[in-house]
């Protein structure tokens, strides 16, 4: 079936390195969202792109959206401890049962040494 | 804005009981999204309603498992007879056409 795949599972970086994770889809996307879920914590919408080749920016937070549209990436700059979380993307996906469904990855888990 | 509230936070219970987790949501939205989430097959849509009406249960994981959505303020998920590997951590989330979905707190599950 159609699916969302995210990479790397796990990353562990040093405070002040950069950090990226990539989400493929099998598919076109019409849009892409991403989320944070901190640790105990419930998945936050982050940002969501539409057009293909759009880059948004949120503070040090760089999120592309492929030319193809069936790519994306989340790009971190001088990763903060607050920034320590796993990352999913979604996007809409046909079910098969009649509908789209947000289809998640399944996330990339960011640890953050001091 | 309360934001979506689930009850309860945390459910321990034996294998065989019966299990209802119970989602309110954020008042206006007309989408409501139930998801379990498990370290190895991460979030995964179980079923959502649009308008209160189940449009699409495809991952309900099998007849142990319903749903129900009888006003717009309040979603039931439940799970009898529960087994252990129903163990999972359960998202309510919705929102309105064209939004994000907002998730609750989630229901911690526990099944012994």
């Known amino acids: 079936g159609q699916q969302v795949m995210q990479i790397p599972q796990y990353q562990h970086v040093q405070e002040g390195e950069d950090f990226t994770t990539y989400c493929n889809s099998s598919?076109?996307?019409?849009?892409i969202q991403w989320y944070k879920q901190r640790p105990g914590g419930h998945p936050v919408f982050l940002i969501q792109l539409v057009k293909s080749g759009e880059v948004k920016k949120q503070k040090r937070l760089t999120f592309q959206f492929g030319e193809a549209k069936k790519n994306s990436s989340l790009h971190i700059t001088a990763t903060q401890t607050t920034d320590v979380g796993t990352y999913f993307c979604a996007g809409p996906l046909w079910s098969g049962a009649g509908s789209y469904q947000l289809t998640f990855g399944k996330g990339t888990k960011l640890s953050v040494i001091p | 804005d309360a934001g979506v509230i689930q009850s309860p936070r945390h459910e321990v219970t034996e294998m065989g009981q019966e299990v209802t987790l119970r989602c309110k949501p954020i008042s206006g939205h007309d989408y409501l999204f139930w998801y379990r989430q498990t370290m190895m097959r991460g979030l995964e849509l179980l079923i959502y309603?649009?308008?209160?009406?189940?449009?699409?249960d495809s991952g309900m994981p099998e007849d142990r498992f319903s749903a129900k959505m009888p006003n717009a303020s309040f979603s039931t998920l439940k799970i009898q007879p529960s087994e252990p590997r129903d163990s999972a951590v359960y998202f309510c989330?919705?929102?309105?056409?064209?939004?994000?979905?907002?998730f609750g707190d989630g229901t911690r599950l526990s099944i012994l």
């Open positions: 598919t076109t996307l019409s849009n």
């Open positions: 309603f649009n308008n209160n009406v189940p449009i699409d």
């Open positions: 989330a919705s929102r309105v056409e064209g939004e994000p979905q907002h």
